[in-house]
């Protein structure tokens, strides 16, 4: 390989202008004795690598690996398929367990959490070395590459002009593209689909939704659903028979998306999708919120839906939601305490935010994950995973600024102590009632 091949550098600080007149990032690299310059794609913000060389079917995987590790990129020539094998055999490298050393004290949950995202963003960036170039119209041109424009234009958009990305994010498109064709089962929805775009979450993990088709609704008049993205909360809200329901984003993916959702249940004459920053105008009988539950910095744009900067998102909805509540309506917040396991957030913090938002608790419904990670004990945040549960919060205006009002204090103790019990929810309503509501 290295006999054959000449290297280059590109810089993210140089661009070529694009239709809109925006700079995009180039790759350069030289090849054949040539120099080449080609726009870069990549939708987590990676700058384009510094170092390239040419690799093909003969790059041998423990010298593709010294490569990437050291920060430099294979330009991929050869077979698409090879392509792939190689990039299963980098991950098998970077998957392998350390060594053993002297044993050291077990971190803690917050450094394990952060240790965690270390090596998963050291993962990416090694695994993005492959480089997989494209021909105008998302057109692969390597051997046994398969048609991939479908999935590039759905998440790039329509594209006549040549460009790099990585055979990882090339694979995550694919993968996008393939669960927007098949779509999400929402039992909620009686088995009906919903089909999740590139880059908006998708509701796989389906316990959040049980939990809003199972509350019960203060009003069926008018609902906000908050930061909506597929749409999903929207839709089991209009079948649960609210009138009239708004469901709001900013991201134009999100919102594309929610609509298509919409139009595919027939909810189109109850659920209108419009972009708005949090809050539409206006007031409602219900309001609810399924913001991301993890208060850390996205290292890209797709994970803003893991993850609330310094929880923006849970303050912005907390802030106004009692004066955009009806004087007997309710919001409903959707959060995992996932964080408060990883000593990001503590329940007392959350307490005195529904506090300083004149916001009083009138219910909490809870359900345990029921995801495959919740219960592998390999997994770097097993403790915090495996005591992970996910509540949905009724709040209403509050009264003297008084938490609780409406939940009798042993109830909420009983409540506690049932929090834990994998596979069930657990109901909490009015003054004196606990109830165990359902058996997974």
């Known amino acids: 390989m290295e006999g054959r091949t000449d290297t280059g550098s590109a810089t993210g600080a140089e661009g070529v202008g694009s239709a809109k007149g925006a700079t995009e990032p180039v790759l350069g690299w030289r090849e054949d004795g040539l120099e080449h310059r080609v726009r870069w794609r990549s939708e987590s913000g990676a700058a384009p690598p510094r170092r390239v060389v040419v690799a093909d079917d003969e ?89 991939v424009a479908q999935a590039c234009t759905e998440a790039y958009g329509p594209d006549d002009q040549p460009y790099v ?172 305490d996932l964080a408060e396991h990883l000593g990001l957030r503590t329940r007392d913090d959350l307490h005195q935010a529904f506090q300083a938002s004149g916001l009083e608790v009138a219910g909490r419904l809870d359900t345990a994950p029921t995801h495959p990670r919740a219960a592998d004990p390999d997994d770097p945040l097993h403790a915090a995973r495996a005591a992970e549960v996910t509540s949905l919060w009724r709040l209403r205006r509050g009264a003297g600024g008084r938490l609780l009002s409406h939940v009798n204090k042993t109830a909420v103790v009983a409540l506690e102590g049932n929090r834990h019990r994998r596979g069930r929810t657990v109901t909490v309503f009015g003054d004196d009632q606990v109830g165990l509501t359902r058996a997974r």
């Open 165 to 336: 990305t990585s055979l990882r994010e090339l694979l995550g498109l694919i993968g996008a593209h393939e669960w927007r064709q098949k779509g999400v089962p929402i039992p909620a929805l009686g088995g009906d689909r919903i089909h999740p775009h590139y880059g908006v979450f998708s509701p796989v993990r389906g316990e959040y939704v049980d939990l809003v088709a199972e509350a019960p609704l203060p009003s069926t008049e008018v609902a906000f659903d908050i930061g909506t993205g597929t749409g999903v909360l929207a839709a089991v809200l209009a079948r649960r028979g609210v009138q009239h329901v708004i469901a709001t984003d900013q991201d134009p993916r999100a919102l594309a998306c929610a609509r298509e959702n919409v139009r595919r249940l027939d909810v189109s004459d109850q659920v209108r999708v419009v972009q708005a920053d949090l809050y539409p105008d206006g007031h409602a009988g219900l309001i609810i919120c399924n913001p991301p539950w993890v208060p850390a910095k996205p290292s890209s744009a797709l994970e803003h839906a893991v993850y609330d900067p310094d929880s923006r998102m849970l303050h912005g909805f907390l802030d106004k939601l009692a004066e955009r509540l009806e004087p007997d309506g309710e919001g409903w917040l959707i959060l995992s």
């Open 59 to 147: 790059t041998r995987a423990d010298d593709a690996y010294r490569l990437a590790c050291e920060g430099t990129a294979l330009l991929w020539r050869g077979d698409f398929q090879n392509a792939r094998q190689l990039l299963t055999a980098l991950a098998r490298r970077i998957d392998r367990p350390p060594k053993r050393h002297k044993r050291k004290a077990e971190p803690s949950q917050v450094q394990a959490f952060h240790l965690y995202r270390q090596s998963r963003a050291q993962r990416a960036r090694t695994l993005g070395m492959l480089l997989i170039p494209f021909e105008p119209g998302h057109v692969v041109p390597l051997r046994r590459a398969p048609d």
